[in-house]
């Protein structure tokens, strides 16, 4: 009887600290998502547009002088999922989501299709972050020397 009571207490402990885990991954994704958003724009993205209205992940993005960093919302990983370079950026489309894509974007949201000579990315965001994302893939880069500098 004590060799049973023994393996219930050892099982209830188990299912205790992988419920305690999971609360504190979701915890800390809570709190790094609050940590992005502070100097970030919220970016849909998705890699592969096999099935139509699929594969879409919700992120914050950032602008990092000539990289535009994306982060994942919901991960633990503590670097950006991807890193998209501004010289490497063409817009080959530009639609409205579907029906079935809109639940999993920003509100408002626009789709650009990215070409990209390795990836078939897409990301989604609202139109003010739209705007800024336009105004920085269309600005040039940023001089390494001062102008007043000699």
Known sequence: MSASIVLVAVLLAL????????????????????????GGIEVALRVHRGEPGRGWHLGVARYRGEEFAWYRALSLRSGPDWVLNRGNIVISDRRHPTRAEAYTMPAG??????????????????????????????????????????
Do not use: C
Not at 19 to 38: P, Q, S, Y
Not at 109 to 125: F, K, N, P, T, Y
Not at 135 to 142: V, Y
């Open 109 to 150: 949201s626009l789709v650009l299709h990215l070409g990209r000579s390795q990836e078939d990315i897409e990301v989604a965001m609202g139109d003010d972050a739209l705007t800024g994302f336009l105004s920085w893939l269309e600005s040039a880069p940023p001089s390494s020397v001062a102008p007043w500098a000699s």
């Open 15 to 38: 299912a205790v600290l992988a419920v305690l885990l999971v609360l504190g991954g979701m915890l800390l994704a809570r709190r790094r998502l609050r940590n992005l958003r502070a």
